[in-house]
């Protein structure tokens, strides 16, 4: 399958209609995914990326149906990460000495993946690449979200070939923005910056004002995961700007656990008294062992503040709560309030535990937490429903 994008530009990727996991069990696919690569053909040629190995042969089957491979000139590559150049060692078995333009890290990455000497060509930003009448003009772009990650601008069409940002995983036979359901559309983009980008935000908005910097008109995203941006493509750009400061809606999400369900009632009540508190506010629950991890830590970048609940259990917490404790430290959320509580029998070290982990991944926990003994009476179920009362009037971020 390929189609055209614009002009001399054609999409030859793969749509994984299948996928449901990606990086391992890291990140939920719930609707699929694209890779993304793109075939430009003017006086010279080039290939922007490639697919994911599993589908490494059929992809060059596919290009050799598109291009007689031999009159590819160039390949650049955008990113190192196996989606992006899986079928990389089976296109080179083919034509071996094509040049392959990317960052001095990407070198790196693909050396250490492939373990192959191709024929690199390092770029930095404001090198170009003539293809006659066009040109590509490369932007590196760090963190977003490897080491190795870059940009490529193709002058005349002004189309950015954005590598993952402004992507989401997301299958489509559409591929257009303008094309596709744009409630799920901007759902995965939320979801995807929410899960991969985050720790990166400031990166992101000093990437975006340097090449809005180049004042360099701009017609179309072509992303590498997902659909293209050909309606308005600043939009996604502009939500990119939104979602990297420190982000929050008019929302207090409740996360948790529970063995005997003591620690679901005392969850509840405490959603009660918040909603007592303030009936504007959006209150979300989710039990961690019932719930998609990712669809749970895109709540919680929406949110402006969270409360984390875990029963104690060999003087610890839950398996669910501890991972999800860890995943939020290494994400770096900013400007979001916590807190912490669960229900005991004997020790109730969870509540401090968790309290500690809120702090350490950068939330700010303005007080000690709520521990119960036991399953919650109607007196502890008041109590529950005063801690949500407090939380929502003293402690939530306007």
Not at 135 to 143: I, K, R, T, W
Request: hydrophobic letters at 40%; proline letters at 3%.
């Amino acid at each position: 399958m390929s189609f055209q994008v614009k002009n001399n530009i054609h999409w030859v990727g793969k749509i994984d209609w299948e996928l449901r996991k990606f990086h391992g069990d890291e990140y939920s696919t719930h609707k699929g995914s694209s890779y993304n690569s793109y075939l430009i053909r003017e006086e010279k040629v080039a290939l922007i990326d490639t697919v994911w190995k599993p589908f490494a042969k059929a992809y060059v089957e596919n290009l050799k149906q598109t291009i007689d491979l031999n009159e590819i000139d160039y390949i650049v590559a955008c990113h190192g990460e196996n989606d992006h150049s899986g079928a990389l060692p089976e296109l080179m078995r083919h034509i071996p000495d094509t040049p392959i333009y990317c960052t001095k890290k990407c070198v790196k990455s693909l050396q250490g993946l492939y373990h192959e000497d191709w024929n690199f060509k390092t770029v930095v930003t404001g090198d170009t690449l003539s293809l006659g009448s066009k040109e590509l003009v490369f932007v590196e772009a760090p963190m977003l979200h490897w080491p190795d990650s870059m940009f490529a601008y193709l002058t005349g069409d002004e189309v950015l070939f954005s590598n993952d940002a402004f992507g989401q995983h997301y299958a489509s036979e559409f591929m257009f923005n303008d094309r596709v359901d744009q409630a799920e559309l901007f759902a995965e983009c939320i979801k995807y910056y929410a899960n991969i980008l985050t720790p990166f935000s400031p990166l992101v908005i000093r990437k975006i004002k340097e090449v809005l910097g180049f004042n360099l008109p701009l017609d179309m995203i072509c992303t590498s995961h997902g659909i293209i941006w050909r309606d308005n493509p600043a939009q996604i750009v502009e939500k990119y700007l939104e979602w990297a400061d420190s982000y929050q809606e008019n929302q207090i999400t409740i996360v948790y656990d529970t063995m005997w369900e003591s620690t679901r009632l005392m969850a509840e009540e405490v959603a009660a008294g918040i909603r007592e508190a303030d009936d504007e506010v959006t209150v979300k629950l989710h039990n961690l062992s019932k719930t998609d991890k990712n669809d749970v830590i895109t709540e919680i970048f929406r949110s402006k503040a969270i409360l984390v609940g875990s029963p104690t259990i060999n003087n610890g917490v839950l398996v669910h709560v501890a991972g999800l404790l860890e995943e939020m430290k290494g994400l770096k959320f900013k400007k979001k309030r916590a807190a912490a509580f669960g229900s005991y029998g004997w020790s109730g070290e969870s509540i401090k535990i968790i309290t500690r982990r809120l702090e350490e991944s950068g939330f700010e926990v303005p007080g000690d937490g709520l521990g119960l003994t036991w399953a919650p009476d109607e007196e502890n179920k008041a109590r529950c429903r005063q801690f949500g009362r407090d939380f929502a009037g003293k402690n939530a971020i306007r």
